[in-house]
């Protein structure tokens, strides 16, 4: 990716280089010699409507953002993170190149073209007034004028392709919609950029110089207030949203005071959340992404920004009329406002593709883990599955309402150890590797990889579900009571280091347990597998296994390299078409794994279809919740189904027979 | 003080079978006592079954006759049967544990000062009753401590209607004084609700097909057995997702939690998904090929063996049990 | 309308049971507690009539201290009062001491209705609900799915056996005690928490033990057969004719 950058940039400067050596004598721009008073007053006159246009619109904005509730966690630490942000994603355009090189690219040449054009646009308006600041024959002058006139036609290029692209191959992502608004701006940006070339090609003091100096002054003016009135508001303030997002992915805030449920009304919509909601782009990169948009289901995370900020420009941040539509006592007519609902928000897999993906810094999950919160803090959501999940988890304190008996049965049959502080590890099971038949055979295996590998480990007496499910899906109640619970056990057995299978389990204790104190660190079986790999057997099988990047290992935690790594020693590593940070959702996040029947198709099947379809033996898995949904999905597929097995499953089955022996 | 007796049921001229399960454990426990052993019906026009009843081996048989008997009420019940049992004076009542008794035994028991020890499932010498605390997971011995009748309900199934011992009993009808304005409650008709889902979670017998099926013409091989049990058909989540069987008869965490009294799993390899859709069921047998299927782990009874083997042999069984 | 509700605090269901010292009753000591099931849905159920027909639902408790986390949860719930019968001799009131102990605490409520479950997961009696009735000299009904304010009175739907089901009509004040299922629970939620702390929670203490108990727990133990698959050999027919053997005499469904 950073080639593609590269690239670009050398073009660019190449190009320069060419226009300024080869042309430079000739290519010196004209500007006109005088204005008249009139011409000024006129002048002063436009720029005063065009920004009185622009603040009109702007200002009640900036008034909704800062208006917005405060956002109580708010810190600019870590400020070196913030920097790397801004540079690569909003001055390298990074993420925009990335997702899609080929618009991206002329994205990003606008962008460059742009900045480069900010010193131009300033001098070409200061001339009228007598105050240009850089002479077209200085050396300066004409080197930058130069400079800008390549970057010029780079963007009337890339401008050009932008509105083919919109208007004729027209990809789906963009909408159904045809947005002219994108075409006037396309238009005057190409207006922009031949008005200023142009003027390269006539003498200084003459009509056309002045005829051209005004097209260009003209449709600036025109151009300054269309922005804050359209989604390219994003111009002006999507770098300040970058550089201000928060710290983490798909960071869920802490409730602040007591009458806070998360996003219930338009007064809890906070600072960052505004910011962001106005700064959308409406590229589709994340409903492109997004598996419930993919299979037919309400959720379109595109439309969850618009709708806030539909709300937001309708009622007001500082208002009480519920954020979701059912709960509205009058559904406005605007469109987006049909897809606030809470059918659409519990949908999400919290899979994160579309904050990740998101150029502009739109972080959707808190938008959409708050609307969840709003829903079911204040018990506004009824649903038969989610009511008996909550209560299983409140009385049961498991997602699967089994009773930790049959948890003990599994413990004494494998003959685990229970954690008493001597062992270096505490292995956990969470509900899958403590309930499930198929996430008990992972656990066993891991079990007996550490067990190959010397490493002692015991796992706690009692265990409770870390609370993910409930967090994902809004219940602060009980998350926050399981939360408890966990810390207080492993204060109470002295565990200092957590390994264990399931991914969701990591990520909750390592951040979302934070809030309310200090957890032991925990690691993921890969991880720690990877770490010692030197010393598990190798197995040259020749068996080609497709690996699928769990989002919550993936996304979530940056762990794409090490799982790969035990795949490689097990057989012939796969890649699936959507893999690492695109990898695509198994359907079981965000709690949906324990709600009910999903509507359209199963995200699981198709991603088994995918993974199926490499042609690959093994399908590898590196999640227990990714693992059950497969086996289901797989299951349906007919005709010798690729075979699924974890990754601890597929070091364990390498490790000699008498390590292998006893049960399953 | 003397004697035991057993109060019977009926609703509109026909027997609660349970009724005999009780009849059967007040013969026995009268036996071991050495006590005579009575028995009574209440109701309107119950001539047919009090026939029935003289051919048991039987003291006595007591026959409330009433208009206002006619439908079951509790006041009306209550009102009665509290002067059948002040004249009568057994020294032990015995009950079925029907819905009914349970919604009139307690209120009976309580003009009595006494207090109902209710679903017992077996009697020791003593007299002990037992009866199953916090789910069947706990057994305890309760013992009538005061004087007074002592009024006990059997559990469904605890005694056999069979063991009844036959003979002749002597009828003698008894009148109670029963006024129309102690009655304050107006019972309707009983109804049942049309069949318009398929409800799972009220179903006591239940036959669930899995993937072990193979194919959807397989299905009537199962769904055979389900009807020669009276039970109802359901499946885990794959037979289900192919559209061999309706969304509603699906079984697990996507689909219905039921806890019927048996769940005979055909097929079925025991995904935890499925697992806690049918946890609760109080007895669950399971059939499949996979001697290492987790169903087994939570099965009663397991039968390892090919489905299309053993269920043709189990629907003729139990066709033969059942005298179909 | 105001609706009391009486319900228990038991142990939880899964929780792993051992049987105390004395072979009297189980070992408390490690034990965890929550509302009755049954109670809860007796809640629900008082709940929703509110929300349909306004007044106040009152909840009450007997027990030690710890039951007033129960009735925490059911003013989170959305109960609007609570009502906690002070007593740490239950144990020593048979099944009629403890219903007089409700009773009284009833009376001084005056309710139109009273709500319990159908009978505790605990010791499964069955019966707090009809002899309380019996006491207060008010009408009852058991094992109620759906409960219909009408004029002066009460519509319920009775479950019988076997699938039927019957409506009964009754004059106010009445007790009903109500069938598991017949609702769906609702789940706890912060907002609902965070209410709780905001309402009223009474305590009345429970009248001295009275008379004798009449019936008395001799002793608890384990059941001999404790869970275990097993397993049926031979060959199809045999394995299908030792299974409808089970089926007859164990599990007794033909």
Known sequence: MAAVVCVATVGAAVAAAFFYSGFHLSAILAEPEHFSKLEVALLLAGSIISLVLFFQRFGPILRTIFHSKKDADFSL?????????????????????????????????????????????????????????????????????????????????????????????????????????????????????????????????????????????????????????????????????????????SKIPPLSGDEDFGLVAGKDVTQLISLQVYSCVECGRCTEH????????????????????????????????????????????????????????????????????CPVGVQHLPIIVGLRRGAVNTGAWEDTHGTKLFLALEKQGNALGLSAAERDKFIQKQEFPIFDGTQEYCLWLGCMGGYDPRGREIIADFARVMRHLGTSFGVLKKEKCTGDPARRLGNDLVFQTLVEAGLKAFEIAKVQKIVTICPHCVRTIAN?????????????????????????PRQDSGESIVYHDPCYLGRYRNVYEEPREIVEMAGDLVEAPRSHERSFCCGAGGGLAFLGEEKG???????????????????????????????????????????????????????????????? | MSGVLVLMEQRGGAW???????????????????????????????DALVKELAGKKLTKVFVIQHTLLKNYTPDGYVAALEQLVKKAAPAYVLLPHTYQVRDFAPALATRFRQVLISDV???????????????????????????????????????????????????????????????????????????????????????????????????????????????????????????????????????????????????ISGAIQ???????????????????????????????????????ELTKAVRAAKGQ | MKILVAVKQVPERDAPISVAADGKWIDESSLSYTINEPDAYALEEALQLKEKNGGEVVVMCAGPERVTSTLREALAKGADRAIHIETNDLGQRDMLGIAQVLADAAKAESPDLILTGLQSDDLGLGQTG?????????????????????????????????????????????????????????????????????????????????????????????????????????????????????????????
Request: hydrophobic fraction near 45%; charge should be neutral.
């Open chain 3, 130 to 254: 009809v002899v309380m009735a019996e006491l207060l000299g008010i009408p009852h009904a058991t094992i109620i799915m759906q409960v219909e304010v009408t004029d002066g009175g009460v519509k319920v739907k009775r479950e019988l056996e076997d699938g039927w089901f019957q409506h009964v009509e009754m004059p106010l004040p009445a007790l009903l005690t109500i069938q598991s299922g017949g609702n769906k629970l609702r789940y706890a939620t912060l907002m609902g928490i965070k209410k709780a702390k905001t309402k009223e929670t009474k305590t009345v203490q429970a009248a001295a033990v009275g008379a004798a108990p009449t019936i008395t727990l001799e002793r608890v133990y384990l059941p001999e057969k404790q869970k275990q698959t097993e397993m049926l050999t031979g060959t199809p027919a045999e394995m299908a004719a030792k299974l409808v053997e089970k089926l007859k005499s164990e599990v007794r469904v033909i």
């Open chain 1, 290 to 357: 997004c598996p419930a948009s993919n299979t037919g289901k309400v959720l379109n995370p595109k439309e969850i920004a618009l709708g806030v900020r539909s709300y937001l420009n309708e009622f007001g941040p500082a208002s009480e009329t519920p954020l979701l539509t059912e709960a509205r006592t009058e559904s406005p007519d605007n469109p987006p406002a049909k897809y606030m609902s809470m059918e659409a928000v519990f949908a999400c897999t919290t899979c994160g593709s579309c904050e990740y993906q």
């Open chain 2, 274 to 312: 499925h697992l806690v859709g049918m946890k609760g069921s109080k007895t669950v047998v399971a059939i499949n090929k996979d001697e290492n299927a987790p169903i087994f782990e939570v099965a009663d009874y397991g039968i390892v063996g090919d489905l299309f083997e053993v269920v043709p």
């Open chain 1, 77 to 249: 630490r870590p400020i070196g993170r913030r920097v790397w942000d801004f540079f690569w994603e909003v001055l390298c355009q990074g993420k925009v190149i990335r997702q899609r090189p080929l618009p991206g690219l002329a994205h990003a040449f606008v962008f460059w073209g742009f900045l480069a054009f900010a010193l131009v646009s300033l001098n070409h308006l200061a001339n009228a007034v007598g105050l240009g600041f850089l002479n077209p024959a200085s050396y300066i002058g004409e080197f930058y004028f130069s400079f800008a006139a390549v970057w010029a036609v780079l963007v009337a290029v890339a401008i050009t392709g932008l509105f083919v692209r919109r208007f004729f191959s027209r990809p789906i992502w963009l909408g159904e919609k045809l947005s002219y608004e994108s075409g006037v701006i396309a238009l005057l940006i190409f207006l922009l950029m031949v008005s200023y070339l142009a003027q390269f090609f006539v003498g200084s003091g003459g009509i056309a110089v002045k005829a051209w100096w005004w097209t260009h002054t003209l449709t600036l003016l025109v151009f300054l207030p269309l922005i804050p009135h359209t989604k390219h508001l994003h111009l002006v303030i999507s770098p300040f949203t970058v550089f201000l997002k928060r710290d983490e992915f």
């Open chain 1, 512 to 536: 979302d347990w934070r809030e309310f104190g200090v957890a032991p660190e925990i690691e993921h079986h890969s991880e720690f597998m990877a770490r010692h790999k030197d010393r598990l």
């Open chain 2, 121 to 267: 499932v077996a009697i020791h010498d003593g007299p002990v009753f037992v009866r199953q605390l916090l789910q069947g997971k706990l057994n305890a011995d309760y013992k009538q401590a005061g004087a007074g009748p002592c009024f006990v309900s059997i559990q469904a199934g605890t005694f056999r209607a069979e063991d009844v011992e036959v003979g002749t009993a002597p009828v003698e009808d008894f009148a109670p004084q029963i006024d129309a304005v102690q009655i304050r409650s107006k019972p309707g008709e009983p109804f049942r609700e049309a069949a318009q889902t398929v409800d799972l979670s009220a179903a006591p017998v239940i036959v669930s097909v899995g993937r072990g099926i193979g194919e959807q013409e397989n299905i009537a091989l199962v769904q055979e057995l389900a009807s020669a049990l009276g039970a109802e058909l359901a499946a885990s989540r794959p037979i289900c997702d192919n559209g061999w069987l309706p969304m509603e008869r699906q079984v697990g965490s996507s689909g219905q939690t039921v806890s019927p009294k048996l769940y005979l799993a055909v097929g």
């Open chain 1, 601 to 664: 198709e199963r995200v699981n099947q198709v991603r088994a279809a995918e993974l199926a379809g490499t042609g690959a033996k093994v399908v590898g898995t590196a999640c227990p919740f990714c693992n059950t949904m497969f086996r289901d999905a797989l299951a349906s597929m007919g005709e010798a189904p690729p075979q699924l097995l974890d990754i601890a499953q597929l070091t364990a089955r390498a490790l000699p027979a008498s390590e292998r022996t006893g049960e399953q």
């Open chain 2, 16 to 46: 609660n079978r349970m009724s005999f399960e009780a009849l059967a454990a007040g013969q026995q426990l009268a036996a071991k006592l050495g006590l005579e052993c009575s028995a009574a019906v209440a109701g309107d026009g119950v």
